[in-house]
Each structure stands twice: as C-alpha cells, then as structure tokens.
C-alpha cells in the first residue's frame, strides 16, 4: 500500500502538480496555517517514550526502493517523526534557546523554498545578495553605529563585506576567528601569507611559538571548535576560571602577557555577549582596553546577547561592543528566526579580504558573489527572515520583546529567592538564570559546615537536581535543562543547578509560578528529598563521615 508507479510520469507530476486539497501533506499545511499551536499540541505528544523506542522507527538502513505517495509519507512523518518531536513552542519549555516563532515565517519559508535561490553567487540570486548585504548593514548599523557615509560607500561595495551571513553562530565564531587570523598571518615581504602557505609556514615566518586564543571558561563550545579547525588546537584555548560568571579583564591581560612573554603570540581575546549558560556580559569596554594593549583582535560572541542591542534600557549592558573588531549575533536565537540565520559583523569592511577566494566560473574578481567571503559555498536566502521580522517588528518591537525577557526573567528570579526550598544560583543580566531545589534546612546546614563537608552534602543536593530534572522532563508537562557550574557561594567546585531561557514570549508569570510549584513537589515525593530532611541518621552520615 502506498506504493506509487515507478514512471516519469509520476515523478513529473511530483515535482509539478499541486497537492490534492484534500491530500494528506494538504491538510498538514492548512492546520499549520491556520493554527500552529493547535497542531503542535494535537500533534506532538509527549508520551514517555525513550529514545531507543522512537530509534526503532529509524532502524532501517536499506534504500527505500520504490516511489510512495506523497500522502502515505506524510501520514508516516506524522506518526513517526512529528509525534516524538520536541514542541519548542510550549510556553512551559524553558530550558533551551530554541522557542515559538511568529507565525509568518511559516508562510515565508514557503516563499524561500518556492524561490529556491543560493546566495553563493549573483547568478542564482540576484536580489538575495543585495538583501542580505543590507541585512548586514542594518545589524552593523545596530552594534556599531557607524554615521553617513559608511554604509553608502560599503553597504554594496565589491570589494567590503560589512559581514559574513552563515548558518549559526559557530560558523560565525570560525568565520571571525578565521579572518582574525588570516589578518594577523597575513603577507609579507617573501611570504605569501598563512591562506596560501599554511599555520606552520607562517608560524615560522613570525617566529610565533604558538597561537592562543583567550575567553572566559564560560566561552561557547564552539569556540573550541573553531581554534581546532584553524590549526591553533584546543590547547591553544586559555579559559580562565570566572568565579564572578564574568572574564576579569584584569586577569585577561596578565595572563595574556605571560603567555606572549614565552614566545607566543595572542590571537583573539573573545568576550562573551550572553554566556550559553547564565546569560553573564564579560566586561566589554574593559576586555576592547585589554586587546589593544595586547595588540589582538577583539571578538565578541553576542549570538545569544546580541539583540540585547534594539533595547534602550538595557543595551548599556553591552557597553564597548562597538569596539570589537568582529561580532557574532545569532538571529534565531532572540531574533525568532527559525533555525539557520547566524551573522559576524566586521567593524573594518576591509578585514573580510583576509579570506576573500576567487573561483573561475563564480566568485570572480571584482564580483559582488558573496560566497567569495563567506566559509560556507551554497546557502538559501535566510537572510529573508530577518530582513522580514526586522520590518514586521521593527526596532520598538524587538525592544519590547527584550525587555519583557529580562523582566519577567528578574520576576522569576525572585519568585525563586522568597522560596525557602529553593536557592537562585545566579541571578540574571539577560533572560537566563539558574538555581536549584535545596531543602531549606539543608542550606541552613550548608552555611555552618566546613567546605569539605559542605561539598560532599552539595554532592547529595546535586543528585536531587538531576533527579528533579530528569522527572519533570519525562512528566512531559513542562522542561528546564541543566548544567554544572562553580557559584558564587561554592567557586571551588561545580554544582549542578537547573538552567532557564526565558526566550518564549508567550511564557507567563503564571506558568513560571506553576514550573517551581512542579518541581517542589517532585522533590518532595524524591528519595533523595528524603534523605536530606530525614533527621538523624542519613544527613548526619553525610555530614560526619
Ligand atoms: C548559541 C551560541 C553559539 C552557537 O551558535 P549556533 O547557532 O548553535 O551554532 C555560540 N555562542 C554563544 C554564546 C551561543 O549562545
């Protein structure tokens, strides 16, 4: 059943011949439209079903032999595919970056797909690569505010890039951190330059031991990935512990300064705009000083942050961004793109140059082919979605959004404080904080035990957050993620604590209110709950051994 002729006919009409309104695929597209949150929740059903359970629908590595009807297949994914899938769009899931988009850009993806164009050349693009140029500038425009006639003369030159538009913000942080190098490696006289000789051949010619790249521990994991990738390897990443959540650029500099006194040569100071895991802003203006005595490059990784930018009240947090030499922003992170839409944005338009590559059938000299400056070769047209959500929302309302996040962030953070079973871990600067469940008579005990003891108790505490975090995710009503991080009170080890994005507008106070209320009493019914408030015994076998 569902086994469709093997013809050209057939195939023609697939790629040709509109669904049926009544097919199946027909009637997906007509509930999305008219209701995407309905569909989710009529469609995505959270059953407690492992993920060895749901690989059991994609076991198969045989080659589908023969053409299936369009609707068959669209009854498989629902079944297989939509039905396990994660409904990002809850209000009550608050633990990832990833939430609800507007609805247009369900209608707008349709329109990129049905213009299916790649921004890698003019050829296949046209309009795309002036769009996504002007794109480029509106978010250079944003961080570093440039007057007339910068972007006249830059906006479309040939020869500038004003940015780089890319799949995410990894693919930014290596594009930044490439250019960086490739800058820094560049030629010179009787050496062609580290893009044309290699990392040995220009480590050499400098007289550079080795290459580093500097940023807090708080640093992205992609920024491990980009110095690997780059030859500099990932020993060639110094992370300094933050106790504070935040890079001290104090530290910075010494460190910094030993590591260039051995022979070694900084390349980057990266500053984080909105760490992945407390949403903390490293002191910008104050690392932009400590690069310049260093006479590095200056990154700042605002894929989280960086839309922090479109609000008045709340854009001093990223004071001296307007000082990087490169910025990562990711727009489907605060941005409500969907997934796909990443950004660097170069403070010199001349410092793309760096990795400028010519081809001979694209990407030709003097071309405006965008895939000469960018590391990715074929891409689609996601610039659209923020060219779009930038006029459908406009400054103000992206402004609004932002500032609702982080207020209703600080509400949160202080239904947490009143709480007596429950402690706030770090506090938030942007929509992102953390905490943990702690039975109240369990912290007054912390706070008099040695640190020795005090650690082994916060082991147990530990394994009550995992426990809780755990069961509330399969209970399937609402979901925090959750990480391990040295806190102001304990900066001598990890603990584990749950982590919350605010990133979903449409989250309420109420079902904040109704998250903490779940998670209590999780704890509560918890053996390990348990064994922390029983008195007698087990506590004080924690305490004493
Ligand atoms: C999300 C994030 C990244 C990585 O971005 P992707 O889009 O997931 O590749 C890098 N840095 C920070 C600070 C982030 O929050």
Aim: hydrophobic content about 40%; charged content about 20%; aromatic content about 8%.
């Amino acid at each position: 059943m569902g086994e469709a002729q093997v013809s050209l006919e057939h195939l023609f009409r697939v790629f040709t011949k509109p669904e049926h309104k009544d097919s199946k695929l027909a009637q997906i597209e007509q509930h999305l439209s008219d209701n995407i949150l309905d569909f989710l929740s009529q469609h995505v059903v959270t059953k407690k079903t492992s993920l060895e359970e749901v690989e059991q629908d994609f076991a198969d590595a045989a080659m589908p032999e023969s053409p299936e009807f369009v609707s068959t297949h669209a009854e498989n994914l629902l079944e297989k595919l939509v039905a396990h899938s994660v409904n990002t769009y809850s209000p009550t899931f608050i633990g990832h970056m990833t939430s609800a988009l507007p609805y247009f850009h369900l209608s707008l993806s349709k329109l990129l797909v049905g213009l299916n164009q790649n921004l890698v050349k003019i050829e296949t693009s046209k309009a795309f690569t002036p769009l996504e140029r002007q794109v480029l500038g509106m978010m250079h425009n944003l961080v570093y505010e440039q007057s007339e006639p910068f972007y006249e003369q830059y906006l479309h030159s040939a020869r500038h890039a004003l940015g780089a538009f890319c799949s995410g913000g990894t693919v930014a942080n290596i594009t930044a951190l490439w250019v960086a190098r490739n800058k820094l490696l560049g030629p010179d006289s009787g050496f062609s330059g580290v893009a044309r000789a290699g990392l040995a051949s220009a480590l050499r010619h400098y007289n550079i031991n080795n290459l580093g790249v500097l940023c807090s521990k708080r640093g992205h994991y992609s920024l491990s990935k980009a110095v690997d990738l780059l030859g500099i390897g990932r020993e060639g990443l110094l992370t300094l512990p933050c106790p504070d959540q935040v890079l001290d650029p104090e530290k910075a500099l010494q460190a910094g300064k030993a590591y260039q006194e051995q022979g070694n040569r900084l390349l980057a100071i990266v500053g984080i705009g909105g760490t992945t895991e407390t949403g903390h802003v490293d002191p910008l203006d104050e690392l932009a000083d400590v690069a310049k005595e260093l006479g590095c490059w200056f990154h700042v990784d605002a894929a989280w942050g960086g839309a922090t930018l479109f609000s008045q009240s709340y854009r001093y947090i990223m004071k001296g961004i307007e000082r990087a030499d490169s910025v990562t922003i990711d727009a489907h992170k605060q941005m409500y793109v969907p997934m796909g839409a990443g950004m660097t944005l170069f403070k010199n338009p001349e410092h793309a140059n760096a990795v400028r590559h010519h081809a001979q059938y694209i990407l030709r000299e003097g071309s405006k082919d965008l895939g000469a400056t960018t590391l990715e070769g074929s891409r689609n047209g996601m610039a659209m979605m923020v060219y779009s959500s930038l006029h459908i929302l406009g400054r103000r309302g992206y402004e609004l959004l932002i500032n609702q996040s982080i207020d209703k962030a600080k509400q949160f953070a202080k239904m947490i404080d009143e709480h007596p079973d429950f402690e706030l871990v770090t506090s938030p600067t942007l929509s992102l904080l953390t905490y943990r469940v702690c039975p109240q008579s369990v912290q007054q005990t912390l706070l008099a035990l040695p640190a020795g003891k005090a650690q082994r108790l916060n082991g147990k505490v530990d394994r009550l957050v995992v426990n809780v975090q755990k069961l509330q995710r399969e209970a399937g009503k609402s979901f925090v993620s959750r990480t391990r991080l040295e806190s102001p009170t304990y900066g001598a080890y990890p603990i584990t604590v749950f982590r919350v994005v605010l990133a979903n507008p449409l989250t309420t106070v109420a079902d904040l209110k109704a998250i903490l209320q779940e998670q209590h009493d999780i704890a509560m019914r918890n053996r390990v709950w348990q064994d922390l408030t029983l008195s007698g015994e087990p506590l004080a076998n924690v305490v004493n051994n």
